[in-house]
């Protein structure tokens, strides 16, 4: 259950107490007071409002506490952001999908370019639009759905909600199968002041319905590589016996932040899989939370991260299996190389409830140079006596035997590490099943330059 707060909720005698722990940080209050600059109407201003409360009385996490021990935002503090609400001409055509040609939304740092989206000759049953251009009446069952789900008033997610003037929105209706995937492309363009941008996307996979979905946020750049901060929200909510695909990209610029929260919400029978790719952003942090809403759920969550320079990669992740016969499946795997360093925190919730549950996690990671760095917590926590759950994590090198192996084959040393690396990454990539997505990874991972520089 979500509970909100404001201040006219609260008795008179407890307002000097809500006052004092209001603006308990005056640099997220600043953040705060930029994006809730423009204002909405109704309902919508009403939940901005609410978010907006719980950020006022949060702070922005430090290393100091458990979720955020290794990634230090420090760096972040430092900079004033502004934001950002222009959409700027910009050409795409290196970053659409030909699977994806007529379903596909595009925002232009946080604003929707309609000019740039192709939403043409939907079929029945499907709703792709962004959130100010649906008709009253969709906005009201929109309405049952935005930032209901669990974690809500985490303070990035609820600083998201206190902003929100828009939003990418896919519905897909009761037994719809959506035979090619839908492309949600958030496009960041640097300015010469540091920018902040609020992507938001709700999905809802309604009973029976099967979808892909994916979601990518790059960057087209500048003379200058610019310096901004994306705060992405997504919400998935997967009705009874519906199936949804989700493919989330990250290749932010070289100085970008970027932190993202994926909330699912799992009714019974549904079944769900994530492919989360990371490449880019000078510090990035992926929130991944599974909610069980009922048995007899599959979820399958493949990531993989690759970084090189001076890069932070985090990501964390919950799955809550709350009721019997689930079954997940958990591979993340990192290529950290130069001075990067990786986090990777999984957890499985098995409760009491969630009998016959089969869980198993893994994560595997790849370390390219000596000062390369990797910080890896599986965790399985078990209350349930009936279920089937493994976990483990490995961090290795690349094998001088295999790169001989290799070399004894007329193989360069160098295109001998490419191959080994390419082969580890290829466990998850192959795995997407968008063709034309697939390759151009593929072709990301085959171009990046050397990453074993100590």
Same mark, same amino acid.
């Given at each position: 259950?979500?509970? @909100?707060?404001?201040?006219?909720?609260?008795?008179?005698?407890? !307002?000097?107490?809500?006052?004092?722990?209001? =603006?308990?940080? =005056?640099?997220? $209050?600043?953040?705060?007071? @930029?994006?809730?600059?423009?204002?909405?109407?109704?309902?919508?201003?009403?939940?901005?409002?609410?978010?907006?409360?719980?950020?006022?009385?949060?702070?922005?996490?430090?290393?100091?506490?458990?979720?955020?021990?290794?990634?230090?935002?420090?760096?972040?503090?430092?900079?004033?952001?502004?934001?950002?609400? /222009?959409?700027?001409?910009?050409?795409?055509?290196?970053?659409?999908?030909?699977?994806?040609?007529?379903?596909?939304?595009?925002?232009?740092?946080?604003?929707?370019?309609?000019?740039?989206?192709?939403?043409? +000759?939907?079929?029945?049953?499907?709703? &792709?639009?962004?959130?100010?251009?649906?008709?009253?009446?969709?906005?009201?069952? &929109? /309405?049952?759905?935005?930032? /209901?789900?669990?974690?809500?008033?985490?303070?990035?997610?609820?600083?998201?909600?206190?902003?929100?003037?828009?939003? !990418?929105?896919?519905?897909?209706?009761?037994?719809? &199968?959506?035979?090619?995937?839908?492309?949600?492309?958030?496009?960041?363009?640097?300015?010469?002041?540091?920018?902040?941008?609020?992507?938001?996307?709700? #999905?809802?996979?309604?009973?029976?319905?099967?979808?892909?979905? #994916?979601?990518?946020?790059?960057?087209?750049?500048?003379?200058?590589?610019?310096?901004?901060?994306?705060?992405?929200?997504?919400?998935?909510?997967?009705? *009874?016996?519906?199936? &949804?695909?989700?493919?989330?990209?990250?290749?932010?610029?070289?100085?970008?932040?970027?932190?993202?929260?994926?909330?699912?919400?799992?009714?019974?029978?549904?079944?769900?899989?994530?492919?989360?790719?990371?490449?880019?952003?000078?510090?990035?942090?992926?929130?991944?939370?599974?909610?069980?809403?009922?048995?007899?759920?599959? $979820?399958?969550?493949?990531?993989?991260?690759?970084?090189?320079? %001076?890069?932070?990669?985090?990501?964390?992740?919950?799955?809550?299996?709350?009721?019997?016969?689930?079954?997940? %499946?958990?591979?993340?795997?990192?290529?950290?190389?130069?001075?990067?360093?990786?986090?990777?925190?999984?957890?499985?919730?098995?409760?009491?409830?969630? @009998?016959?549950?089969?869980?198993? /996690?893994?994560?595997?990671?790849?370390?390219?140079?000596?000062?390369?760095?990797? =910080?890896?917590?599986?965790?399985?926590?078990?209350?349930?006596?009936?279920?089937?759950?493994?976990?483990?994590?490995? #961090?290795?090198?690349?094998?001088? +035997?295999?790169?001989?192996?290799?070399?004894?084959?007329?193989? =360069?040393?160098? *295109?001998?590490?490419?191959?080994?690396?390419?082969?580890?990454?290829?466990?998850?990539?192959?795995?997407?099943? #968008?063709?034309?997505?697939?390759?151009?990874?593929?072709?990301?991972?085959?171009?990046?330059?050397?990453?074993?520089?100590?």
């Amino acid at each position: 259950m979500n509970i @909100q707060v404001s201040p006219s909720a609260i008795p008179n005698s407890n !307002a000097v107490s809500l006052t004092s722990m209001l =603006d308990r940080d =005056d640099y997220l $209050t600043g953040l705060l007071n @930029q994006v809730t600059a423009n204002k909405t109407e109704g309902w919508l201003q009403e939940l901005r409002q609410s978010a907006a409360n719980w950020v006022r009385h949060s702070i922005i996490p430090t290393t100091r506490e458990e979720e955020w021990r290794f990634t230090d935002l420090s760096s972040l503090r430092q900079l004033q952001f502004n934001v950002e609400m /222009q959409s700027i001409q910009t050409d795409i055509s290196s970053l659409t999908l030909s699977e994806a040609a007529n379903r596909r939304l595009v925002f232009v740092n946080g604003v929707y370019a309609p000019e740039l989206s192709a939403v043409t +000759d939907l079929p029945p049953g499907i709703v &792709v639009s962004n959130l100010a251009s649906l008709p009253v009446v969709e906005q009201e069952g &929109v /309405q049952q759905y935005l930032a /209901q789900a669990e974690g809500a008033q985490e303070v990035f997610t609820a600083l998201n909600t206190a902003g929100i003037t828009d939003a !990418a929105v896919v519905w897909v209706k009761k037994n719809v &199968v959506v035979e090619t995937p839908i492309h949600l492309l958030f496009i960041s363009v640097a300015a010469e002041t540091p920018t902040i941008l609020q992507p938001r996307c709700l #999905v809802v996979a309604e009973s029976g319905s099967q979808v892909t979905l #994916v979601e990518e946020y790059t960057n087209r750049r500048s003379t200058e590589e610019g310096v901004y901060f994306t705060n992405a929200v997504t919400e998935i909510w997967v009705g *009874d016996n519906a199936e &949804v695909t989700h493919i989330r990209v990250e290749q932010e610029g070289a100085e970008a932040f970027h932190i993202g929260k994926t909330a699912i919400a799992q009714s019974r029978d549904s079944r769900y899989t994530c492919h989360a790719i990371t490449l880019g952003a000078k510090l990035s942090r992926h929130n991944l939370e599974i909610l069980q809403t009922g048995e007899q759920t599959e $979820t399958t969550l493949n990531g993989l991260t690759m970084i090189s320079g %001076k890069q932070l990669a985090d990501t964390h992740s919950a799955i809550a299996l709350n009721y019997p016969h689930g079954i997940s %499946k958990q591979l993340h795997k990192c290529i950290v190389g130069d001075r990067a360093h990786a986090v990777f925190n999984g957890k499985v919730l098995v409760p009491k409830l969630a @009998q016959l549950t089969n869980a198993t /996690q893994m994560n595997r990671n790849l370390l390219l140079s000596s000062k390369a760095r990797i =910080d890896t917590k599986p965790q399985l926590e078990i209350t349930a006596d009936n279920v089937k759950c493994a976990h483990g994590a490995t #961090v290795s090198q690349l094998e001088d +035997d295999e790169i001989f192996y290799l070399q004894s084959r007329g193989i =360069d040393e160098n *295109d001998a590490r490419k191959l080994l690396i390419n082969a580890f990454a290829a466990e998850v990539i192959n795995q997407i099943p #968008v063709t034309s997505l697939r390759q151009i990874l593929l072709n990301t991972v085959n171009n990046l330059k050397s990453l074993t520089n100590d």
